[in-house]
């Protein structure tokens, strides 16, 4: 139907829905063993696509389906639900007020893990979009959940609201006012932003490590899964720390055994075995790398100072305790 010069429908199934977005060259399908579709509109104004939908567990696929060569980016705000995307390279996560911006030409694989309200917002790039995703990037995830964010993503939901009472000429304004000024905060903001949500990481993903240290075949892609982030951005937050994963975890276990030498008796083998080595004489290698003696001269040496009362009296670096 149309409402004051904008394509607006409104769908009740799943599969009238995809149909929809299919004739706007969006491929969209939903795979759940019974309807899961309880509200859902689609809205057109010129090449930008805004829809609001509220969908059950399902899961599927969606991609731009064309040969224009001009790229669209895909907004996706979710006010409630928990939703896990994948290109194939990465995975991200959309929950409670998070916003995801995604390469809408790549194909995105969703799980869909719980009823989820979203609004997805498709437009093409241009000079003012085109730094929202860099072109390294497939996908972006930015927490709203306080400050301008949270305040951004409810805008779009109250313009989606009101989207039908106003005029062609009062949405494109709306639309046009909203992406400017979204676009300016997130380059405002970004670099704080993502400092703070890589601390936050790092913290999480450490602890992690530390709790499954015994495990021989630790991955960054488990490590990745448990923090709920995608590996390429758990890759960039210790490249920010100056490192790599393998070296963090490499370091993490070496500078574990050598405290348990310090502070324990157990046997050479069992502490290899408890800081993820599987085999003494590789570890006994290692551990000589780094600290220029074997692990039973760094014991005998370490030994003899006094015990310390706590860690912080410990003769190493807290640079990978603390």
């Known amino acids: 139907m ?17 149909n929809g977005l299919s004739q706007l060259n969006y491929r969209y399908t939903i795979n759940s063993p019974q309807e ?14 805004l829809t609001h939908s509220i969908v059950d567990r399902s899961q599927g696929i969606f991609t731009r389906c064309t040969e224009e060569q001009k790229g669209y980016l895909g907004f996706r705000f979710i006010k409630n639900g928990f939703e ?35 609004i997805n917002l498709f437009i093409q790039q241009d000079c003012q ?19 301008m964010g949270r305040v951004l993503l409810e805008m779009i939901f109250q313009i989606a ?12 304004l709306l ?18 932003l993502e400092r703070k949500n890589y601390n936050e990481l790092l913290v999480i993903a450490t602890d992690f490590m530390r709790r499954n240290l015994q ?11 448990y923090c709920q982030t995608s590996i390429r951005t758990l890759q960039k937050v210790f490249q920010v720390a100056d490192f790599s994963f393998s070296q963090y975890l490499n370091d993490l276990r070496l500078t574990t055994a050598a405290i348990r030498l310090y502070q324990t008796n157990d046997s050479i083998t069992a502490i290899a075995f408890q800081c993820g080595f599987n085999n003494s004489a590789y570890f006994s290698k290692r551990f000589k790398e780094k600290y220029h003696l074997s692990p039973n001269q760094y014991r005998k040496k370490v030994q003899t100072m006094p015990k310390a009362a706590d860690l912080a009296d410990c003769p190493l670096s807290a640079k990978f305790i603390n």
């Open 175 to 192: 639309l046009k006012h909203f992406i400017q000024l979204f676009c300016e905060w997130l380059s405002e903001t970004a670099p704080f």
């Open 84 to 118: 896990r995307h994948t290109d194939g390279t990465n995975t991200s996560i959309l929950k409670d007020y998070t916003i995801g911006i995604f390469d809408l030409r790549a194909t995105s694989k969703y799980q869909r893990e719980k009823k989820t309200e979203g």
């Open 36 to 49: 899961t579709l309880s509200v859902s509109r689609i809205y057109q104004l010129d090449r930008i696509v």
């Open 161 to 172: 609201e009101q989207f039908s009472a106003c005029s062609e000429e009062e949405n494109r």
């Open 2 to 18: 149309t409402e004051r010069g904008i394509h607006c429908t409104r769908f009740s199934k799943s599969q009238d829905y995809s």
């Open 215 to 225: 495990d021989d075949r630790l991955t960054i892609e488990q490590t990745a899964d």
């Open 129 to 147: 979009t085109e730094k929202l995703l860099p072109d390294s990037m497939t996908s972006r995830i930015i927490d709203a959940e306080k400050g």
